[in-house]
């Protein structure tokens, strides 16, 4: 028999160490509740909502939170106010959310990357140097 306690969800925020980076590790943030089943007490997964890297850049922090932000809006219908303050509250103690001043000096960087990016465009297609012979190069001194 399952017993389900859809107001008590919990945050399980599980921590990993990737194979390919053993020196950095992944924080995954997972949304579950509390669930009885055959009176033992287990997990039930309610919503996948998002991993980063501890040591990920400000740029990808932003993004992070702000796919937990949407995420857990579309779980409003699940979700008590007060429980989606209660998850990002836990949520921040693991992955600091940026602040107002962290987003504007990340837009004026976006604003500064993309001005040099047009400015680089407008410069059209890069010259070749010199005729392009139709003779093959023979890298590796074989002929």
Do not use: C
């Not at 932000?69 to 600091?96: C, G, M, N, Q, Y």
């Amino acid at each position: 028999m399952t017993s389900y306690d859809a107001r008590n969800p919990t945050l399980y925020v599980k921590g990993e160490k990737p194979k390919a980076l053993p020196e950095d590790g992944i924080s995954m943030a997972v949304l579950v509740e509390s669930v009885r089943v055959d009176g033992k007490p287990q997990q039930r997964h309610i919503a996948y909502l998002g991993s980063i890297a501890d040591s990920a850049p400000l740029m990808v922090r932003i993004r992070f939170w702000d796919k937990i932000t949407e995420r857990l809006d579309r779980l409003a219908d699940r979700l008590s106010t007060a429980e989606h303050k209660k998850i990002e509250k836990a949520l921040s103690a693991r992955v600091p959310r940026p602040t107002a001043a962290q987003r504007k000096q990340n837009e004026a960087r976006k604003a500064k990357i993309a001005a040099g990016l047009e400015a680089y465009l407008a410069l059209g297609e890069p010259r070749r140097s010199g005729p392009v012979s139709g003779k093959v190069l023979n890298v590796r001194g074989l002929t």
